[in-house]
């Protein structure tokens, strides 16, 4: 059960790095080629559809937990019952996607939560190159 006290200035220091789907976020990393505002502010609990890929014919949704172990869930869910994907979803960690590896930064979601406005989820989306390098 989550706990109903103030949130810490340290509880407010946590940045979650999500990248490709599941991953870490660098400093290093590329610019991402959709650059966008940090999304609305989001209290815990709200699923939010982050993004909606249609190759892969998933949207992705995020919402804050409220748990300090984990404090903000990602889902794939898929967006139409008839879709034909064109594109695989691929998790980050079996992926490992990086420039130097042949992946491009396609885009970069950061969400706030409400409770903290310093805490905020970054969901970073990678693209492998394939024979055109447009996505």
Do not use: Y
């Not at 940090?38 to 890929?53: H, K, M």
């Not at 404090?71 to 960690?93: I, M, N």
């Amino acid at each position: 059960m989550p706990s109903t006290r103030p949130a810490s200035r340290l509880d407010c220091a946590l940045t979650l790095g999500l990248s490709g789907l599941l991953g870490t976020a660098f400093a290093a990393d590329p610019t991402p080629e959709i650059r966008r505002e940090p999304l609305p502010a989001q209290a815990d609990g709200v699923t939010l559809t982050l993004r909606v890929i249609p190759e892969a014919c998933v949207r992705l949704e995020g919402r804050f937990t409220g748990d300090k172990a984990r404090p903000f869930a990602l889902a794939a869910e898929p967006s139409r019952t008839r879709c034909l994907p064109h594109a695989q979803l691929v998790e980050a960690a079996s992926a490992r996607p990086s420039a130097q590896r042949g992946w491009i930064l396609n885009d970069e979601l950061r969400v706030p939560s409400a409770r903290c406005q310093a805490q905020q989820a970054v969901v970073r989306i990678w693209r492998e190159r394939g024979p055109d390098a447009t996505p």
